[in-house]
Nanobody, 126 residues
């Protein structure tokens, strides 16, 4: 069982920055990868970013590329999402997720992920 706890959400003005953290505990699986997803009010949850177990491979949604950075400082025990140049459309609940199958070209699909955190609210005011 993997436990995921997100933190770092809050209210920020457009153009500002926030750093989300995800603490992972529990069993370690070979080939584990981690991702961030978000869900805005009235919309479906969508992929934001993913990182492989070593931190050497990352992948981003087009909407956040060049503004957000996913990283890990202790292979997948802590995963971060640095969000810069925030826009009102970035407002959402952000979820951390873990998957056990390893990196693939389908890493953006929610169905690949086995464990999810409770989410942290990010609100960007205009």
């Amino acid at each position: 069982q993997v436990q995921l706890v997100e933190s770092g959400g809050g209210l920020v003005q457009a153009g500002g920055s926030l750093r989300l953290s995800c603490a992972r505990s529990g069993r370690t699986f070979g080939g584990l990868a981690m991702g961030w997803f978000r869900q805005a009010p009235g919309k479906e949850r969508e992929f934001v970013a993913a990182i492989n177990w070593s931190g050497g491979i990352t992948y981003y949604a087009d909407s956040v590329k060049d503004r957000f950075t996913i990283s890990t400082n202790n292979p997948l025990r802590m995963v971060y999402l640095q969000m810069n140049s925030l826009k009102p459309e970035d407002t959402a609940v952000y979820y951390c997720a873990a998957e056990r199958s390893g990196w693939s070209r389908f890493i953006h699909l929610q169905s690949r992920y086995d464990d999810w955190g409770q989410g942290t609210q990010v609100t960007v005011s205009s």
